[in-house]
């Protein structure tokens, strides 16, 4: 299973970048999807997180500005992020977890940067 993060780039505070992540397979059988973040000399955390079921659930640094979603057909997840601030910069990390033989199994996106100027 491989996932390639796209969609990064340098955008003013209070404007808007649509992260993808598209995994090599369908997107179906996993149990969760999620996007981090991580900003240099700080820990990797979790911005958003989309279930099987489609529920989702948002970091409280992102919610009501950034949402997370998901097309099937096309084995992609995204992250629309809006109303950007400088803290959102960082490099963004998609993230997939399947079960297989009753254990979750963890696959990692390479990474996009994204940077917020002000």
């Known amino acids: 299973v491989q996932l390639q ?27 969760g999807l999620y996007w981090y973040r991580q900003a240099p000399g700080s820990e990797r955390e979790l911005v958003a997180t989309l279930n099987s079921g ?15 979603s ?12 809006n109303s950007l601030k400088p803290d959102d910069t960082a490099t963004y990390y998609c993230k997939a977890e399947k079960w297989i033989s009753y254990q979750i199994q963890t696959y ?3 990474g996009t940067q994204v940077t917020v100027s002000s």
């Open 54 to 68: 489609g529920d989702t659930i948002y970091a409280d640094f992102v919610r009501g500005r950034f949402t997370i």
């Open 5 to 31: 993060a796209s969609g990064g780039g340098l955008v003013q505070a209070g404007g808007s970048l649509r992260l993808s992540c598209v995994a090599s397979g369908s997107i179906f059988s996993y149990s």
């Open 70 to 81: 998901r097309d099937m057909a096309m084995n992609t997840v995204y992250l629309q992020m």
């Open 108 to 110: 990692w996106g390479q």
